[in-house]
């Protein structure tokens, strides 16, 4: 009865769709009626409201619902949404302001002349428009209303024409600042933890190990990943627009012919055309770039794109007024002087110490008031040009509360399809296909390709998605990123505003389009790019370096990067390892027996035999690297014997799994049913069922034993070979450090001379508390210098005695005795080794930040970081670990 309920749900949904009714009622909609036919049969005809749901009923359905809405709203760190309304009220903003046609108009006079350059303008200031409205209807009708009529005039072919500007209008779903991109962020965020658990799951079955080791997490993705994933893929497709464009006019140039621009290109054409070009282009540098930069968040890119675009409109809709860029020149001096201020300037107030610093803060001050007056100013003129300003705001709260109502409703909808089963459903027929995951993802692409003729992409995204991505995700066989998979669900799902019938970017051409052009030239129109479109994501799932590189790079360059000792950078770092031991070999030698020539007579026995250790540590890290990489190579070279055997097992074992689940249940119908008949003949399932487990089992090919056996030998020589390996660099790199630490504190350890002497006299005649609290003092100022612990052990020991009483005094005393005759001979040595052995020692260790210090550095290189997210940026396939 599940899957009769199951097919209400998707009948309702769609009939709800089909009819016009509202998606953000549809999706709750057709859940909550579904739910409450089905609570009112289990109870009419089974006495259980849960008789009919998979998993436990109404009340698991309704607590799924509450915690989904929670998530969506209360959860602090889940904050992505908040970027919605600041882009969509960025993008309403330009367009209400005429950015877009002073683009379309100067970039149609720039490109006109070439062949297809109106076709290619119109791609270019589609492109513009994506980066900083993402406002498909707005983009399309603006381009429709300009853009359509030159190109026509101009003996455009009405397909090519149509079909590039509706192609062009959907460049914002995929390029960055998109709301798709935020949505598809937001949903694979639990997708990824749901994935996670799957994945674990699924690593315990297959070893037994209830621990899965790090390196095979799978990883969220942030907003700011999916934008900066987005980014090349974006540029690919409008490059293959271009392409198009003008390979066909250079083909036929009756269907695109040039345009040749009537009027001067002086210096009026060229200020009209940085006027239209510029400000757009900072908008867009100011909010990708301080995302790329790690500057600000989405949320807060969101911000500076809102008040940008705010700016923009105060001068656009005072054109040709007094004063009209008055606001927006302060505002940039304002920027300016902050900037400036920032990096000359301790600005913040709780550790400002010099007055120079406070008179930064005033200046600060003023220039923000000087800010806030420009946003002033312009808010001012949105607000009385036209009520600009409230219609943006009251058509961007109108776009948000859609996008959010319908979240919720999905969330709703969700629910309902785990609640009667759907997701296992989903789950066994994607796992049961053969060819494994990629077969799998071909088929979720097709889905959604053929969703996207008659669903909007908001629907697909928070409908499939959730149900598809975590099976997608946890599957190892490709180890994919769930960057890489929302953009291609983010470039799949672009298709759905071309595909006929219900594309919403054609209907927003054909309604400003003229008469003369039939709904059939912008159908046939949109098919090439349709299909330029589906080569951008064959691009882009062919190499997904394209999508994974720059999020990757971005998050190793931040301030908030890994350290090297991460385990999921260790694979590619040993790699990075390899080319630097074989490119400096001879240099990390000659350090090295630089280093053997160090006097070690200069320091005391404890801190030479451990220089002398850490020398000799450096010296076998090259022959352990190599082991280490001989052990992985092992591995590999085995893989391609091991592999087809271990699918085939798996594959029998899950099966396995599975009848043994049919027996358990089919015994607990034994125990609940008291119809003697029907227990004989489940009795006889059972036992046909343990037949077929049986037979199951004996398919395991005997050699599994010997084969995984092997396999488990390699890896676990790998496993310790890598170990070895680090605790030798660690340990290595942390001697070295340690040494270098008590060189350096020579200047603060002769310091304590003077306070250690001072003790003495105290400690013949003093009272006690007051000694103590002296010696207390001079324990605690000898915390933060490396190498006194044996001195500070000394006095420690002689404060306690002391506080035993008069009769331990001169046990105290012998103590502190002992303490100062260590100090005297601990700064001797130091004093002696600081100039000559603390240089030596600094440059030795520098020498090996490339090789033998990679693990021991707060975080990468840039150039490590560059190297480590191309290894990182492929996939790969980690399924011989489970």
Not at 230 to 239: K, Q, S, Y
Not at 333 to 348: F, G, K, P, V
Not at 792 to 821: F, N, V
Not at 840 to 856: C, N, Y
Request: net charge negative.
């Amino acid at each position: 009865m599940e899957l009769v309920f199951l097919a209400v749900l998707f009948l309702l949904m769609i009939f709800a769709l089909t009819s016009g009714f509202p998606v953000a009622f549809s999706l709750p909609g057709s859940a909550i009626i579904t739910i409450l036919l089905a609570s009112g049969m289990g109870y009419m005809l089974e006495g259980d409201i849960g008789a009919y749901f998979a998993h436990d009923g109404p009340k698991q359905w309704l607590s799924a619902g509450v915690t989904n809405f929670r998530s969506l709203y209360w959860i602090v760190e889940r904050d992505t949404l908040i970027a919605i309304p600041l882009f969509i009220f960025m993008g309403i903003m330009l367009q209400r302001s005429k950015i877009a046609e002073d683009l379309l108009i100067s970039m149609a006079s720039l490109f006109g002349p070439v062949p297809g350059g109106l076709g290619i303008s119109v791609v270019f200031v589609g492109t513009l428009l994506a980066a900083t409205t993402g406002i498909v209807g707005a983009t399309v009708i603006a381009m429709g209303l300009i853009s359509l009529p030159a190109m026509l005039r101009n003996n455009y072919s009405k397909s090519l024409a149509c079909g590039t500007i509706c192609a062009s209008g959907t460049l914002g779903q995929i390029i960055p600042p998109s709301i798709v991109l935020i949505i598809l962020a937001d949903q694979l965020s639990s997708a990824a933890d749901q994935a996670n658990t799957m994945r674990k799951e699924l690593y315990r079955t297959a070893t037994g190990e209830f621990s899965m080791p790090s390196q095979f997490d799978v990883v969220s993705a942030s907003a700011g990943d999916m934008f900066m994933g987005a980014f090349i893929p974006g540029l690919i497709l409008v490059g293959l627009y271009m392409a198009y464009i003008l390979i066909r006019a250079l083909i036929n140039p009756e269907v695109a012919p040039p345009v040749p621009f009537e009027g001067k290109r002086d210096s009026a054409f060229l200020k009209g055309v940085m006027l239209s070009l510029v400000p757009p282009l900072t908008l867009i540098f100011m909010v990708l770039g301080s995302i790329v930069a790690g500057i600000a968040t989405v949320n807060q890119a969101g911000s500076i794109g809102a008040i940008g675009a705010m700016i923009m409109a105060g001068y656009r809709l005072h054109d040709g007024k007094k004063h009209a860029y008055t606001p927006a020149i302060i505002a940039l001096a304002s920027i300016a002087a902050i900037l400036y201020l920032a990096s000359n300037y301790n600005l913040n107030v709780k550790s400002t110490t010099t007055e120079s610093d406070q008179i930064g803060i005033w200046m600060a001050v003023v220039a923000v008031l000087f800010l806030l007056y420009a946003i002033g100013w312009s808010a001012w003129r949105a607000y009385k040009c036209e009520d600009t300003l409230r219609g943006v705001m009251i058509d961007t709260v109108k776009t948000t509360s859609m996008v959010f109502i319908i979240l919720i409703g999905a969330a709703m909808l969700t629910s309902a399809f785990r609640a009667f089963g759907g997701e296992e459903i989903v789950k066994n027929f994607l796992t049961t296909l053969p060819g494994g995951f990629w077969t799998q993802f071909i088929v979720v692409m097709l889905v959604m390709f053929v969703l996207g003729f008659f669903l909007d992409f908001i629907e697909i995204a928070v409908v499939v998605v959730p149900i598809v991505a975590p099976i997608l995700l946890s599957n190892p066989e490709a180890n994919i990123t769930a960057v890489w998979f929302g953009v291609m669900v983010g470039l799949n799902i672009q298709t759905s505003f071309l595909t006929p019938p219900f594309g919403f970017a054609l209907f927003y051409l054909r309604g400003v389009a003229d008469k003369i052009v039939k709904t059939l030239d912008i159908y046939k129109g949109a098919t090439a790019f349709i299909g330029l479109q589906l080569l951008g994501l064959a691009i882009a799932g062919l190499y997904p370096a394209l999508v994974n590189y720059l999020p990757l790079r971005t998050h190793l360059t931040s301030d908030t990067s890994p350290p090297p000792v991460n385990p999921k950078l260790q694979a590619c770092l040993e790699n990075y390892a390899e080319i630097s031991y074989a490119e400096g070999a001879e240099a990390l030698q000659s350090s090295i027996a630089l280093a053997r020539n160090i006097d070690f007579d200069l320091l005391d026995s404890d801190t030479a035999k451990s220089l002398s250790d850490s020398i000799e540590l450096v010296a076998n890290s090259p022959a352990l690297l190599s082991a280490l990489l001989d052990a992985k190579a092992m591995v590999g070279d085995y893989i391609p014997d091991y592999k087809p055997m271990q699918g085939r097992v798996r594959s029998i074992e899950a099966d396995i799994r599975k009848v043994q689940q049919t027996i358990l249940l089919r015994e607990d119908d034994v125990k609940r049913t008291q119809d003697q008949a029907e227990k004989a003949a489940l009795n006889a399932k059972i036992e046909t069922l343990k037949s077929e487990q049986t037979s199951l089992q004996d398919g395991i090919p005997t050699e599994w034993v010997s084969i995984s056996g092997e396999f488990k030998a390699r890896n676990d020589a790998m496993i310790k070979a890598r170990r070895t390996y680090q605790n030798n660099v660690d340990a290595a790199i942390t001697q070295l450090s340690d040494i270098q630490s008590i060189l350096a504190g020579t200047e603060e350890t002769a310091a304590l001379a003077e306070p250690l002497q001072a003790l003495a006299e105290p400690l013949q005649t003093g009272e006690i508390e007051t000694t103590m609290a002296q010696i207390k003092e001079l324990e605690s100022s000898m915390s933060s210098i490396a190498g006194v612990s044996k001195i500070k052990t000394l006095l420690s020991k002689s404060r306690r005695a002391l506080k035993k009483g008069e009769d331990q005094r001169e046990k105290a005393i012998d103590l502190y005795q002992q303490a100062g005759a260590l100090y005297e001979q601990n700064i001797a040595w130091r004093q002696a080794a600081q100039a000559s052995v603390l240089p030596q020692l600094s440059t030795f260790k520098t020498s090996l930040d490339e090789t033998v210090g990679i693990r021991s550095q707060k975080k990468l290189s840039i150039e490590q970081a560059k190297f480590v997210a191309r290894c990182q940026a492929g996939h790969e396939d980690i399924s011989v670990y489970f």
